[in-house]
């Protein structure tokens, strides 16, 4: 994994976005809420297919074992959440929607899926042998509280892996996926989507998310050890891997 020098995210717009969030955290609950039953879909339909490699390597990297304890945290509808079960990981599917939580439960009703929030995880110290989240820190208003409370539930030497999307590492791919964001998802969204203004959201929250190195960067200030990260796709998307 790479561990080497990137440039600094947009500090104003991350900061604008984070204070959006904090006016509106519920709305944005309701927001995922109404999204829901399309969710999985649209993912696939926006990403061209793309969210299934993630997912792949996503998994991998978690390397969950039969008996472990993984805490799947934003797991949405449970999809991120069943390749852990069928390695034989005791996993907790873990949401802030409600919406989220209906579908998964009605979809994959033996997983355990509880309602949580990142910055006050309903979790035990020391709970799980492995976290992670995947596309989802994005949505909390406070990244550092939400690092620290998943290094809380974590055991010693337990290991943590983000997958959330970052910043292309090519100059000219860099542009074009900015271009992708702005003009050419809001637009499928529009056709595809039940609610996109989410999708619009979504767009907003990657542009001004931290770049790989200000990422592993939070991760260590808030007790994480060993951080790096690879990049997928071209650093469109990126996993940051470390340990408690």
């Known amino acids: 994994m790479s561990v080497r020098r990137g440039r600094l995210w947009d500090v104003h717009a991350a900061n604008q976005v984070r204070a959006d969030l904090m006016r509106k955290r519920a709305e944005v609950a309701q927001m995922f809420d109404k999204v829901a039953p399309r969710y999985d879909l649209v993912n696939d339909l926006l990403s061209v297919g793309q969210d299934r490699y ?13 008996g472990e304890t993984v805490l799947d945290l934003a797991a949405g509808t449970g999809t991120s959440s069943r390749p852990f079960a069928k390695a034989g990981a005791v ?35 020391d709970a799980f042998d492995a976290v992670t989240i995947s596309f989802g820190l994005r949505n909390v208003e406070d990244v550092p509280t939400a690092l620290a409370e998943l ?3 974590t055991r010693p030497g337990g290991r943590i892996v983000i997958c959330e999307f970052s910043t292309p590492v090519w100059t000219p791919l860099r542009a074009s996926y900015r271009g992708y964001l702005g003009q050419v998802l809001p637009k499928v969204a529009r056709l595809a989507s039940s609610n996109p203004v989410a999708y619009d959201y979504l767009a907003e929250s990657i542009l001004a998310w931290p770049d790989q190195q200000s990422l592993a960067d939070l991760m260590h200030a808030a007790g994480w050890r060993g951080v790096g990260w690879k990049n997928l796709t071209g650093g469109i998307v990126a996993l940051h891997r470390a340990h408690a």
């Open 54 to 66: 993630w997912r792949t390597q996503t998994v991998a990297a978690v390397a969950g074992l039969p």
């Open 91 to 125: 996993v907790v599917a873990a949401d802030l929607s409600e919406g989220m939580l209906t579908v998964g439960k009605q979809r994959v009703p033996e997983l355990t899926f509880v309602n949580a929030d990142a910055l006050h995880l309903p979790f035990a110290d």
């Open 151 to 153: 290094h809380r539930v």
